[in-house]
């Protein structure tokens, strides 16, 4: 009887997990059957943001939210853009080093922030976000001040230039699906179970043996370095960047993807993505209520999704047993 009970969910689960993998995939085809270069663009810019929060996702997987998102996508962006434009340095090295050099800052950063917790760590990193910008803007021999860096040269891999939509979707694709393979074996490894700990209970984390603040700290440096990664490659897609790009604001909207799709779901930056980012061009003709638009989804969401989007179904599927 037991393995009964329990089969039905993990059948459930798996059910819901292709059903959710089609329904990606369908998504994911739509620009390509309407050949339509602004679809294009909303498509590559879901696969960004989604990426972005999966960043802001790892950090709150130890329970802690970073305020501080933005900046780290700017910390990436203008890593990657200075190293092409001005040291010569292909796009293709210029990547990674982006993400380790946020990683490395995120590192020598969290060591002393994450003594903090809760309102006071989201505080300091609110603060972190405004000084990069403010400082970003006194240099602009390395910014470009308030007129920022233009021009900057398209993706280019290995000799071959992105020079359109198409071909920048493709590889947004597949920079997607590694960052989502990363965060899907280290939530399945030993890592992520020390991770979960410490987000369930910090302090029965501690008494059990697990360094806390090493693993929060991990945790913060992966997810700037995802943060840094996303944002090189942004820069060189937009090919316009200026410490105004990177503000508060940047790191308030991944906030509400995550939260949107899902605070703790692995899907669940995708899936906030996906629903939020189209929002601004289908609400052009009424710019003016965007926010309040954002503001009400929020709150609908915590109010009867506290799970997110991403843990819908499972909610669904819950109630339909219920029923039974």
Known sequence: MMDIATSKPQSTGHANGIAFAVAVIALASIPWFTGSVFHF?????????????????????????????????GIGAYTCVLMVMRLGVPFVVGLPLAALVTGAIAYVIGTPLLRLRGVYFVLI???????????MLEFP????????????????????VLRDQQSVYVFALAMLALVMALLWSIRRG????????????????????????????????????IAGFTGAIMAHYIGFISPESFGFQLSVSYVIILVTGGRLALAGPLVGAIFLTPLPEFL????????IIYGVVLI?????????????????????????
């Open 125 to 135: 990193t609110f603060a972190l976000n405004e000084l990069f910008r403010l400082v």
């Open 141 to 160: 021999s390395v910014s470009g001040g308030s007129s920022g860096i233009a021009a900057i040269p398209k993706i280019s891999l290995f000799g071959l």
């Open 41 to 73: 663009h909303i498509a590559i810019m879901i696969c960004l943001g989604a990426m972005a929060a999966a960043g802001l996702g790892t950090i709150a997987w130890v329970g802690q939210l970073s305020l501080a998102h933005g900046a780290f996508v």
């Open 300 to 324: 609908v969401v915590l109010r009867f999704l506290p799970e997110g989007l991403a843990g819908l179904p499972k909610r669904l599927a819950g109630k339909g047993r219920e029923q039974s």
């Open 284 to 291: 052009r003709s009424a710019q003016e209520y965007q926010h």
């Open 190 to 225: 030993p890592l992520g179970r020390r991770f979960a700990a410490v987000e369930e209970n910090l302090e029965l984390a501690e008494a059990s043996g697990i360094p806390t603040a090493r693993t929060q700290n991990t945790a913060f440096v992966i997810g700037s370095a």
